[in-house]
């Protein structure tokens, strides 16, 4: 086969290859199955609670999801699967098609956005740190040639190894594989502080083996929109999801999953991260952007 002809059939099959994995419904109603995504350590979006059951705000609005494409493909007995994912490989696993929804703990903005596509914002939040109390650090510059950790795959690990080159601190960023192991960085004093979203950090510290010896401090490094991530081009399946998202908003039932979530207690140890929605979550109840971070 001449070499023109070749690349022309390889574009063929990848184009082909490629919508197929993007019409996320076609997908499922053909096979019958849905698989979704969680994280193990997302407190209180997506977390484990035991060895395999994933609880939390986000899980919560994967069911409701999962509900609407049951009624949209009248397909009351689909099948559901889960799968954990990680901040490394949420992205290649979803693109490539290994699953087909992820609702987690995942930042919104234009990077991301040239790989996948994201629906409705549903959380805001920025980066700090959570340090031991006895550390003294209050703020970045207290971290100045000290060691911080972060987790690999995160927006977090990069704002703060901006943050520390921008201000001169040469921090010495250390990277563990998930929020779990980057927190047991700071318990084990391998680090002095975890830079993560800051709900991630509450929820982290309120499960922790000794809350009372940590606390989150510092100033918060831009804002940041959470939201559902699907494949790109499949404009059917994002109406689908953002009208989900859309539906709980206009009821009130997203307020109520907040408070469940956010202001009341949560397992496995009965902690209430006692957190107020944002103003700008709240404007984004009535607006229901899906606009990037800045």
Same mark, same amino acid.
């Given at each position: 086969m001449k070499f023109s002809n070749l690349m022309t059939a390889v574009l063929l099959v990848a184009g082909l290859a490629s919508t197929a994995s993007a019409q996320t419904l076609q997908k499922i109603n053909d096979s019958n199955k849905i698989t979704v995504s969680y994280r193990e350590a997302s407190v209180p979006f997506s977390y484990l609670i035991g060895s395999s059951k994933s609880v939390g705000f986000s899980v919560e609005l994967t069911d409701a999801i999962i509900d609407d494409v049951r009624k949209k493909l009248k397909k009351p007995n689909l099948e559901v699967a889960t799968m954990p994912v990680t901040s490394q490989n949420r992205i290649p696993l979803l693109v490539n098609g290994t699953y087909d929804l992820e609702c987690g703990s995942t930042t919104n903005n234009s990077t991301r956005a040239k790989d996948v596509t994201f629906a409705i914002n549903h959380f805001y939040t920025g980066t700090r740190l959570l340090t031991k109390?006895?550390?003294?650090?209050?703020?970045?510059?207290? *971290?100045? +040639?000290?060691?911080?950790? &972060?987790?690999?795959?995160?927006? %977090?690990?990069?704002?703060?190894?901006?943050?520390?080159? =921008?201000?001169?601190?040469?921090?010495?960023?250390? *990277?563990? +594989?998930?929020?779990?192991? &980057?927190?047991?960085?700071?318990? %084990?004093?391998?680090?002095?502080?975890?830079?993560?979203? =800051?709900?991630?950090l509450f929820g982290l510290m309120a499960n922790s083996k000794n809350p009372a010896a940590l606390e989150v401090v510092g100033d918060s490094l831009q804002v940041e929109p959470y939201a559902c991530m699907l494949r790109k081009d499949d404009p059917e399946f994002k109406k689908l999801v953002d009208g989900t998202i859309n539906r709980l908003m206009k009821s009130g039932e997203f307020e109520k999953m907040y408070t469940k979530w956010f202001a009341s207690p949560i397992p496995p140890k009965g902690v209430n991260l006692n957190l107020p929605m944002s103003e700008q979550l709240k404007a984004n109840l009535k607006a229901m952007s899906d606009a990037p971070a800045l």
């Open positions: 109390k006895s550390s003294g650090i209050k703020n970045y510059a207290d *971290l100045a +040639k000290k060691t911080v950790s &972060s987790t690999t795959g995160t927006t %977090n690990a990069q704002v703060i190894r901006k943050y520390s080159a =921008d201000k001169n601190l040469d921090m010495q960023l250390i *990277l563990g +594989k998930d929020h779990d192991d &980057s927190l047991l960085l700071v318990e %084990n004093d391998r680090a002095l502080a975890f830079a993560m979203d =800051d709900i991630l």
